[in-house]
């Protein structure tokens, strides 16, 4: 599967960006993978998805598997 961005003509985006996003998405589609998952984010990051919220990379590793 392809996780290669696309973006309209004309809107520049920061390659770091375009790499985290792709590899964001990669890794979210990969079962088993919540380690890495949890590597994407920093030791004191603030994860929201809907409802739930989780700080730092344990709050986010503690959440139910179907959210990461």
Do not use: C, N
């Not at 984010?41 to 994860?47: K, M, N, S, V």
Request: hydrophobic share 35%; aromatic share 16%; charged share 25%.
């Amino acid at each position: 599967m392809s996780y290669k961005s696309d973006y309209p003509a004309g809107v520049s985006v920061d390659p770091e960006i375009v790499a985290f996003f792709e590899e964001f998405y990669r890794i979210s589609d990969t079962p088993g993978a919540h380690d890495e998952y949890v590597d994407l984010f920093t030791q004191d990051a603030t994860f929201k998805l809907a409802s739930k919220q989780a700080t730092g990379h344990e709050g986010v590793f503690g959440l139910p598997k179907e959210f990461i």
